[in-house]
């Protein structure tokens, strides 16, 4: 059915007769009849005015619930927070943190009657804000002395994480919690320390046991506690199943992927099999700069290459210890003075350890170390000419993970200036480098600016008199055949298609590059562009505050006014008599290699038959600018033809013809 709170209309809050003098009563009576019929009114009108002013309101309620003498105006005041933040929903996000405080104190009540609508509240509150945002207040609440509050607190982070899984779950609040919650499992009261390593198998869920391992400590060790933490994971996994099927089932479902995703999001197995959470998102950022000894400076400058190995070997070894760098340090300086080592210096072994200083000042600031990429790209790229695999070695890595903080387009020039060099080694190591990057891109993800520049070189390199260039070349092409598809490749790659042996040699290493599919070089950049957009096209059923979901064209919800979901009938499209009979044959003849398969959801039109179909020129008028717009839109809707039933395999390649051909395949070098 989707979202029904989408559907309906905005209402006032009305308020009773003489609302500021009982609110502000000394009778409880007189307090709890006027909250219960706020709430009355809010039951029958879920979805309140947006624009509305609340502020009066919600100061009242945040002094009832923090001082009223009688609980149960105190549980009615409660109820009516939770009701404006359904009824506001987005709106009520800025008063969650200031009412939070006195929500999480109330937990040391124990009587029902105003322990279950305090749950309920604070749990419907956390549906519509980021956890992150609250993790202050949480974490506070979760200090106080009494173990009651410990013990609701540690519920309420074990059922508020069962709203995410391994890939989106909120690390700033799980980092915030997990300290407190390892706390809370050697506490005196047995019911705290049972609802923390509840909670604790929820964060394992999401984490994975070694990433808890190394932020829990020693309470892992504990083979009572670990059992107990092991229970809870297994509880958090059924119950998280369960309440994606349950969201599911109230979420429309319009397109197959949106039915794959739905058997994904149920399947257990599918949970299980979700990629390990990074440890380094879970990391604390570290300032190794200010670690360095005070005679760092001079052993860098150092006439001795012991001595300048030996101050790159303590920043190593820094970096190695603290793999997570803090992105507000200026690394300016730091990497012109490596990267003039790796380009200057005379000894190898100097040589060797400063680029994989670079690897790992990378690998620290991940997406972050991009503004530094143009100062390390050219100068690894120029020193592949050193032959030694000492020095080579440590260079593969320091290319590799540069690549990981940046875009293959952005590294084009350099790239295109490297395999101009006369120097064969540097051709066939960034030729390798390429090989590597196209293994782990796609069509949708490969760079058409960088695909032109590169390209003809690679090209160029397949006829290069040094065999490791050429054998290079050759698998560099391969592994772009496995990125965009062979019949995208061989359009573009010019004569050398019809010379079998290259083309051998090419094959060759596209079957390799399939095989080693696994262990490919991904951009940190390709995949938060890739997250966004997973995230951008998500749609959060239990808040309903972010995304609209997709109506079928099908059905709508019943609460949903009537709107007409038909499409009126198209008039047939005519051919204008001033044309020639030559472009109507070809326009017959294309629209006879299209298979025309409509949406379940979509009536034909009658303009989708062939246009032979038409009536005779002496029986047409111009058609209309109405009927023009509609024929873009056929033509625009219907299904791509299958060029594997209409072109020939090509003849070295074999039979493999991709369906499709993207964009960038039209350019011709």
Same mark, same amino acid.
């Given at each position: ?50 624009? @509305? ?22 549980? !009615? ?10 009824? $506001?929903?987005? *709106? ?69 994480? $069962?709203?995410?899984? *391994? ?26 320390? &049972? ?16 990433? $808890? ?20 994971? /297994? ?23 949106? #039915? ?15 990629? #390990? ?30 001595? *300048?190995?030996?101050? $790159? ?8 210890? +603290? ?8 690394? !300016? ?75 293959? /387009? ?60 050429? &054998? ?34 090419? &094959? ?9 599919? @696994? ?53 047939? *499209?005519?051919? +204008? ?23 379940? +959801? ?26 023009? @717009? ?29 369906? #499709? ?9």
């Amino acid at each position: 059915m989707g979202d029904v709170f989408e559907y309906l209309d905005e209402v006032p809050l009305k308020y009773p007769a003489n609302f500021e003098a009982n609110i502000t009563s000394k009778k409880w009576k007189e307090r709890f009849d006027v909250l219960e019929e706020l709430l009355e009114h809010v039951k029958k009108n879920p979805k309140l005015d947006s624009k @509305g002013d609340y502020g009066s309101l919600i100061s009242h309620l945040k002094a009832i619930i923090d001082r009223d003498a009688n609980i149960n105006v105190q549980a !009615n005041a409660i109820r009516m927070v939770g009701a404006l933040g359904a009824g $506001l929903r987005s *709106r009520f996000v800025p008063y969650v943190s200031p009412l939070s405080p006195f929500l999480f104190d109330k937990f040391k009540e124990k009587k029902p009657v105003i322990r279950d609508p305090l749950i309920e509240c604070c749990d419907s509150l956390a549906n519509i804000v980021n956890l992150d945002n609250i993790a202050d207040e949480v974490t506070t609440a979760m200090g106080k002395p009494n173990p009651q509050i410990k013990q609701q607190m540690d519920n309420f982070i074990f059922r508020q994480l $069962l709203r995410y899984g *391994r890939n989106d779950h909120p690390k700033k609040f799980v980092k915030s919690v997990l300290p407190v919650l390892v706390k809370h499992a050697e506490d005196g009261d047995k019911d705290v320390r &049972e609802s923390a390593l509840l909670a604790l198998g929820g964060v394992m869920r999401l984490t994975g046991e070694s990433i $808890l391992q190394n932020l829990a400590g020693a309470i892992i060790n504990d083979s009572l506690k670990s059992s107990k933490i092991t229970e809870g994971k /297994e509880k958090s996994e059924e119950e998280y199943v369960a309440l994606q099927a349950k969201l599911q089932q109230a979420a429309p479902v319009t397109v197959a992927t949106s #039915e794959e995703a739905v058997s994904d999001s149920v399947n257990p197995e599918s949970s299980k099999d979700e990629a #390990e959470p990074d440890p380094w998102e879970f990391m604390d950022p570290v300032n190794v700069l200010k670690k360095l000894p005070a005679n760092f400076e001079e052993s860098l400058n150092s006439t001795k290459w012991l001595e *300048r190995k030996e101050a $790159l070997e303590n920043l190593l070894k820094l970096m190695t210890e +603290n793999p997570k760098l803090d992105p507000q340090v200026p690394y !300016n300086d730091i990497s012109k003075k490596i990267a003039g080592i790796i380009s200057k210096d005379s000894n190898i072994n100097v040589i060797a350890v400063a680029a994989k200083v670079v690897a790992k000042l990378a690998k620290g600031l991940r997406t972050n170390f991009s503004p530094y990429s143009s100062i390390f790209v050219p100068v690894v790229l120029e020193k592949f000419k050193e032959k030694k695999s000492l020095v080579k070695d440590s260079l593969v890595e320091a290319i590799d993970e540069i690549y990981k903080t940046t875009t293959l /387009e952005s590294m084009s020039d350099e790239i295109g200036a490297a395999l101009g060099k006369p120097n064969p080694n540097i051709k066939a190591q960034t030729n390798l480098f390429l090989s590597r990057v196209f293994r782990g891109l796609n069509s949708q993800t490969m760079s058409k600016k960088a695909l032109k520049e590169v390209v003809p070189l690679i090209v160029k390199s397949t006829g290069d008199s040094d065999s490791e260039t050429r &054998e290079a070349a050759f698998s560099a092409i391969g592994s772009l055949m496995k990125a965009v598809g062979k019949n995208v490749v061989t359009a573009i790659l010019g004569d050398i298609v019809n010379d079998k042996t290259k083309m051998n040699q090419i &094959e060759k290493f596209y079957e390799e590059a399939v095989q080693k599919s @696994g262990d490919e070089l991904v951009s940190e950049m390709v995949k938060l562009k890739a997250k966004t957009e997973t995230k951008e096209n998500n749609f959060n059923q239990s808040s309903g505050v972010r995304e609209k979901p997709i109506l079928s064209r099908r059905e709508a919800p019943k609460t949903a006014p009537k709107v007409s979901t038909s499409r009126p009938a198209e008039k047939p *499209r005519i051919m +204008n008599g001033t044309q020639s009979s030559s472009m109507s044959k070809d326009v017959n003849k294309n629209f006879e290699k299209k298979t025309i398969n409509p949406s379940p +959801n979509i009536r034909p039109s009658s303009a989708a038959r062939p246009l032979s179909a038409a009536r005779p020129p002496s029986a047409t008028r111009p058609p209309s600018s109405t009927q023009q @717009g509609a024929r873009s839109s056929v033509v625009s809707d219907t299904p791509k033809r299958n060029l594997s039933a209409s072109q020939p395999a090509n003849p070295v390649i074999g039979s493999d013809v991709e369906r #499709e051909r993207p964009a960038f395949c039209s350019t011709t070098f």
